[in-house]
């Protein structure tokens, strides 16, 4: 099971930290990864972290958004800075064991509002 949590409300300019917390399994062998879904949008890749730590972004949010993962508490982050309104949307936190996104396991999602 994944839980995603660490959503709100900021201003533009700002940052929020999401967390996504892993329990009934060790994912530490998965590819982790957050996307995340606007209002009227399909959910779209933001970032990803394999089991080695190499890490993969979108395009969107390349240099403004980090994320990591602490296998000790089984749980991945995703640091955002510089939000944007267009960051608006729910976040879904996603393990899977080759990255396809096909096979995993997906949270329940946060939401996240920036207002401009």
């Known amino acids: 099971k994944l839980q995603a949590s660490g959503g709100g409300l900021v201003q533009a300019g700002g940052s929020l930290r999401l967390s996504c917390a892993a329990s009934?399994?060790?994912?530490?062998?998965?590819?982790m990864g957050w996307f995340r879904q606007a209002p009227g949008k399909e959910r779209e890749f933001v970032a990803a972290?394999?089991?080695?730590?190499?890490?993969l972004y979108a395009d969107s949010v390349k240099g403004r958004f980090t994320i990591s993962s602490d296998n000790a508490k089984n749980t991945m982050y995703l640091q955002m800075n510089s939000l944007k309104p267009e960051d608006t949307a729910v976040y879904y936190c996603?393990?899977?064991?080759?990255?396809?996104?096909?096979?995993?396991?997906w949270g329940q999602g946060t939401l996240v509002t920036v207002s401009s």
């Open positions: 996603a393990a899977d064991p080759t990255g396809t996104w096909m096979d995993g396991y």
């Open positions: 972290i394999t089991s080695g730590s190499s890490t």
């Open positions: 009934g399994r060790t994912f530490s062998t998965y590819v």
